[in-house]
């Protein structure tokens, strides 16, 4: 999804600040056309989302996406719990031994 | 915009005193090898027993790498960290989510450890950094992890 250079530019874009298509495609040696079609696969991909205002699309990034980043935490402390728990009843062993 | 922390809990046989000794000044050695971030295997893992105190792993040569602080320290009852690592595990001094350990002691004598992870959406620009970095997009983070921790494996 990020290996074609124009989509992250337009994600860089989209990062700085909510943005509609006129605007990210000033920036870019691409059409609109192409930078609108750019910005269909992200919305697929659940980088970014839209908004209408009046007639435009404004485009920005979509905070979901913080939801991979949530689940790998989730594995991460689980991870560590079980490891820490394991740990605590081998000291407690020792201790009552 | 807010997101849910995450919340986990185990229950330990040790004594409340005692789950939060083993919890905050031995992690080194419970501490999964391999799940840290600096270049090479963790020696220890530092949590420095006051607010305001530093959260850090150390390698055999001393090389010292923050992960975060210490919001309080309350002992036996309450260990509240705070994690900086972006969503790249670079630290980020400007970056605090907040790791809240609890520990309640049982009637049978076990302590419960709970840990909450929260203020999850402060990884918002830094979480779009990482999905700019990892050409697969998010599913990605998960594979850089277990590769980064299948090197460290094969390093030793």
Known sequence: MLADPTRRAILEHVGRGPAAVGEI?????????????HLKLLKEAGLVTETASGTRRIY?????????????????????????????????????? | MSIAPIVQSVTVRLSQQQAFDAFATQMGRWWKPGM?????????????PEPGGRWFERDADGIETDWG???????PQRLLLGWQLDASFAFDPDLVTEVEIRFDGQDDGSTQVTLEHRLLERFGPSAQKVAESLRGGWPGLMQLFADFAQSQEDAR
């Open chain 1, 25 to 37: 495609a000033a920036g870019l040696p691409v059409s609109r056309p192409a930078v609108s079609q």
């Open chain 2, 36 to 48: 840290t971030i600096g270049a090479r295997p963790h020696a220890d893992i530092v949590i420095e």
């Open chain 1, 60 to 97: 920005r990034i979509d905070p979901r996406g913080l939801g991979a980043m949530r689940d790998w935490l989730d594995q991460f402390w689980k991870t560590s719990l079980d490891n820490f728990a394991a740990y605590a009843d081998a000291q407690g062993r020792e201790d009552r031994e």
């Open chain 2, 69 to 75: 602080k210490v919001i309080d320290w309350d002992p």
